[in-house]
């Protein structure tokens, strides 16, 4: 079985910076042959979760959102099984409870029912 476990949330003004991790653990065989690709989603109260930006298995390839393009940064250390979301120049609606997930398909997908796991979520709330 798959576990992630998001950290790095908080209370932020506006205009701040936040970096979230993700440690993943435990492996599946085709995770073992093939890699995964990485995202981080989000979820505002009252709202649907969203994607926010996501990695190929290799790190040469990645994609946001566009409401986050040219603030976040994703990247990840396959050594450490880790992902991280770089966040700068946070808004007040950058507000959700952010989620980590991994999938084992190709590419970087951006539908919910592409991910086969997710973390629990780090609370991101910034205040203007």
């Known amino acids: 079985q798959v576990h992630l476990v998001e950290s790095g949330g908080g209370l932020v003004q506006a205009g701040g910076s936040l970096r979230l991790s993700c440690v993943v653990s435990?492996?599946?065989?085709?995770?073992?042959?093939?890699?995964?690709?990485m995202a981080w989603f989000r979820q505002a109260p009252g709202k649907e979760r969203e994607f926010v930006a996501g990695?190929?298995?290799?790190?040469?390839?990645?994609n946001y959102a566009g409401s986050v393009k040219g603030r976040f940064t994703i990247s990840r250390d396959n050594a450490n099984d880790m992902a991280y979301l770089q966040m700068n120049s946070l808004k007040p609606e950058d507000t959700a409870l952010y989620y980590c997930?991994?999938?084992?398909?190709?590419?970087?997908?951006?539908?919910?029912?592409?991910?086969?796991?997710w973390g629990q979520g780090t609370q991101v709330t910034v205040s203007s």
């Open positions: 990695i190929a298995w290799k790190g040469d390839s990645t």
């Open positions: 997930a991994a999938t084992g398909l190709v590419g970087i997908p951006t539908m919910i029912e592409d991910y086969d796991y």
């Open positions: 435990g492996r599946t065989f085709r995770i073992n042959v093939m890699g995964y690709a």
